[in-house]
């Protein structure tokens, strides 16, 4: 029985210790700590596809619906992602592709309940210089990836609005939304 009086405090100390390095460290180290982290942050894992798709591997992920065989690979094209209002999700996006970046790449970005979807896509198709971002136009951003190559892996981590809707999320590559690498992020 003795022990444990030096026992509790000792764990106290590390628990206090840990939330408190956490929080500070929480945007430098998002990759440094993601290992230890992801196990408390749901990650959905999309693959961007040649058909200009998001699909997924793992249809049993949790809160996502899907459509459609995408290829003859048995992936299924992603079509919706629920969440709780301020919950905290991550987006994980692969490219598969043999292709060079300049012909294919893929991001995702996650666009306001207000944003004007066809019009933010024909600002990014112009936007090359800056990876397909239009920069008048970010205001209409709630969460975005780099552009990940074939091979390559991009990821972000946001906070889920707290007004319910169905947010809008593309890939603004050109050419890309068109095709239908599209979806939404359903919020309730
Ligand atoms: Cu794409």
């Given at each position: ?11 106290l ?8 390095s ?28 040649n ?6 591997k793992d249809e ?8 459609t ?7 299924l094209?992603?079509?919706?992602i ?15 592709s ?23 896509n ?16 970010t205001?209409q ?20 609005p ?25 919020v309730?």
């Amino acid at each position: 029985m003795r022990y444990l009086t030096y026992l509790i405090p000792l764990v106290l100390l590390f628990v206090t210790a840990c939330g408190g390095s956490e929080n500070q460290n929480q945007e430098r180290t998002d990759t440094q700590t993601a290992a230890n982290q992801s196990s408390d942050v749901r990650t959905i894992n999309i693959i961007g596809v040649n058909q200009m798709k998001y699909v997924v591997k793992d249809e049993n992920q949790q809160g996502i619906t899907t459509g459609t065989e995408v290829g003859s690979g048995g992936m299924l094209e992603l079509e919706t992602i629920s969440a709780e209002p301020g919950e905290t999700i991550r987006i994980q996006l692969t490219t598969q592709s043999q292709m060079p970046a300049t012909s294919m790449a893929h991001n995702f970005i996650l666009l306001t309940l207000s944003a004007d979807v066809d019009a933010f896509n024909s600002a990014a198709i112009k936007a090359k210089d800056n990876s397909y971002i239009p920069s008048d136009l970010t205001d209409q951003i709630i969460a975005q990836t780099d552009l990940a190559a074939g091979g390559e892996t991009v990821k972000v981590t946001f906070t889920v609005p707290e007004e319910t809707g169905d947010y809008p999320f593309i890939c603004s590559f050109p050419g890309h939304y068109a095709a239908g690498m599209e979806g939404t992020l359903n919020v309730e």
